[in-house]
């Protein structure tokens, strides 16, 4: 079974760069499409964006400035880098895995939340 | 950008009570592309309906999911205490990107 675990830290300072990683075990990176999402405390999901296996992204326009998805094969990991965070960035990010067929979304990280704070 | 509203924000039922929720695209969505999730609280969401009415594995019958174009239903036919949660759809288009709708807490009367 496919499993899939968000890292990085908790707590991240306004201006600076927020930083997660996803680690999947269970199977392959290959053949899929690896997205974030987050969900603001009390809120929707946000798609953030995703990597393909070959490297290829796609980013929400909302974000995309600030935004760098990349993917690491051979620790079977892809990674999240969101610049210049303010307090709106704070929230619950999740990793979850799609399909290139049905691309939606089977396989999803428990969650880790991120606050932004001085 | 397509997005997407859910109705309504809130249900209130009775278990065994039937329930119907509603996903209304600003623009035509891809049938293949329309998924719904439900989700509980501290959990991550759980797929529940992909490609507007096909189950996941080991989704109840109970869940059913149809529609076409800008309307999707997701309706539940008989409420078990473990259905009450906050469902959401998502949709995938041809930009590429993903969005989801505000979603709708179903919760108990």
């Known amino acids: 079974q496919v499993q899939l675990q968000e890292s990085g830290p908790g707590l991240v300072k306004p201006s600076e760069t927020l930083s997660l990683t996803c680690t999947v075990s269970?199977?392959?990176?290959?053949?899929?499409?690896w997205s974030w999402i987050r969900q603001p405390p009390g809120k929707g999901l946000e798609w953030i964006g995703y990597?393909?296996?070959?490297?290829?992204?796609s980013y929400n326009p909302s974000l995309k400035s600030r935004v760098t998805i990349s993917l690491d094969t051979s620790r079977n990991q892809f990674s999240l880098k969101l610049s210049s965070v303010t307090a709106a960035d704070t929230a619950v990010y999740y990793c979850?895995?799609?399909?290139?067929?049905?691309?939606?979304?089977?396989?999803w990280g428990r969650g880790t939340l991120v606050t932004v704070s001085s | 950008e397509i997005v997407l509203t859910q109705s309504p924000g809130t249900l209130s039922l009775s278990p065994g009570e039937g329930a119907t929720l509603s996903c209304r695209a600003s623009q035509s969505v891809s049938s293949s592309y329309l998924t719904w999730y439900q989700q509980k609280p501290g959990q991550a969401p759980r797929l529940l309906i992909y490609?507007?009415?096909s189950r996941a594995t080991g989704i109840p019958d109970r869940f059913s999911g149809s529609g076409s174009g800008t309307d999707f239903t997701l309706t539940i036919s008989r409420l078990e205490p473990e259905d009450f949660a906050v469902y959401y759809c998502q949709q995938f288009g041809s930009s590429l990107q993903y969005t989801f709708g505000q979603g709708t807490k179903l919760e108990i009367k």
């Open positions: 269970g199977g392959s990176i290959s053949s899929y499409y």
């Open positions: 990597i393909s296996y070959i490297g290829s992204t």
């Open positions: 979850a895995r799609a399909i290139g067929s049905s691309w939606h979304f089977g396989f």
């Open positions: 490609g507007a009415s």
